[in-house]
């Protein structure tokens, strides 16, 4: 955890920060995880490194966040199937760095790169028990549909519109 002021900065995921993914499993309760892996996990599942080789960058792209240097947490999006417009929403930060504005500054990063790879619609599934979860869905994207799915699952699906003009980024 930064203490003091640090210096904090979004960028673009890349393959070599896999580590630095790893390292941020310390920082998460028991309750973050469950709530983004949906299941009970004493840390980040190697199952979902092994889901991000296959599929990035492909079908999975990633802003991360990042304070004095160490990763405190990332946004994701996922492709559905083939070259769907469609893109599933993932979230998880440090549990020091929740409710500090790290996810709206996630989301930004996030809605230039999946502009930039042709989706068109972010949809969140978002069980009822993650408060914090559905409160920053509902105030930060207030025109955001929202569907109830059933079992206690709500649906927020963003709409994007196409970028008037490609980002140029060294970093990609």
């Known amino acids: ?20 993914i790893r390292d941020l499993s310390p ?50 999006y996922g492709r559905r199937e083939g070259a769907s417009p469609v893109g599933d929403l993932g979230v998880l930060v ?18 230039l ?12 599934d978002i069980a009822h028990t993650n408060v914090a979860a559905m409160s920053a869905m509902a105030s930060t994207f207030p025109g955001a549909e929202r569907e109830y799915l059933g079992d206690g699952e709500h649906r927020f699906t963003l709409r994007l519109t196409p970028p008037e003009f490609p980002r140029c980024s060294p970093l990609r």
């Open 1 to 20: 955890m930064c203490t003091g002021p640090c210096s904090r900065y979004i960028r673009p995921w890349r393959p070599e920060d896999i580590p630095s």
């Open 27 to 76: 920082e998460l309760s028991l309750d973050s995880l469950c709530q983004r892996f949906r299941c009970g996990t004493p840390g980040i599942p190697d199952w979902y490194f092994r889901l991000i080789a296959e599929r990035a960058p492909r079908c999975w792209n990633a802003a991360l966040a990042f304070c004095g240097g160490r990763v405190i947490g990332w946004m994701e």
């Open 94 to 111: 440090a549990d020091a760095y929740q409710r500090s504005g790290v996810s709206r500054e996630l989301w930004r990063e996030v809605v």
């Open 113 to 124: 790169l999946a502009r930039e790879d042709g989706i068109r619609e972010l949809c969140a």
